[in-house]
DNA sequence: AGCGTGACGAGTA
DNA sequence: ATACTCGCCACGC
């Protein structure tokens, strides 16, 4: 099965889409081991920002894989960092800087390397949640 | 309407 | 690397 069928399953769900919404079904294409900045999420979707994203991160269901998107320096607030690491852990998500805290606090995700270029099927979820987003 | 707040980001010192 | 400022924008009071 590929990643996208594993994460989008059958299909989006029918727009329009509320814009909080679209992000969270975004991030849910985002691969394990792969993450990407709130502002970059909100950038393939070509509506909102990064405060956007971060406000349906936080709103978002349990499912979710909200550890994938973080800050565009790759830390996410103390709090949700030592929440994060095992996730991190156990997708071997290419972390920066690992020397420090052992509680998972500070910790740093490398986005050069990590960062989720979309392949072409998440490509075409996205067009559609853009299309859906909109009207 | 105004005003503070926040899972942000970029620029400057 | 740290600290602080500003811009951003949706929400709730």
Redesign the pocket.
């Known amino acids: 099965m590929s990643p996208v069928e594993q994460n989008a399953g059958p299909g989006l769900p029918e727009g329009p889409y509320?814009?909080?919404e679209a992000l969270v079904l975004a991030a849910g294409l985002v691969p394990p081991g792969r993450a990407i900045?709130?502002?970059?999420?909100?950038g393939l979707l070509g509506a909102?920002?990064?405060?956007?994203?971060?406000?349906a991160?936080?709103?978002?269901p349990d499912g979710?894989p909200?550890?994938r998107?973080?800050?565009?320096?790759g830390?996410?607030?103390e709090s949700?960092s030592v929440?994060?690491a095992p996730h991190y852990r156990a997708e071997g998500t290419p972390l920066k800087?690992t020397a420090g805290a052992d509680d998972g606090a500070g910790l740093?995700v490398d986005l050069a390397a990590a960062l989720w270029a979309p392949d072409a099927g998440a490509r075409t979820l996205l067009a559609r949640l853009r299309a859906g987003v909109g009207p």
């Open positions: 509320e814009l909080s900045s709130y502002g970059g999420l909100a909102g920002g990064p405060r956007q994203a971060g406000r991160m936080s709103m978002a979710t909200w550890w998107i973080v800050r565009a320096d830390t996410l607030p949700l929440r994060a800087g740093r």
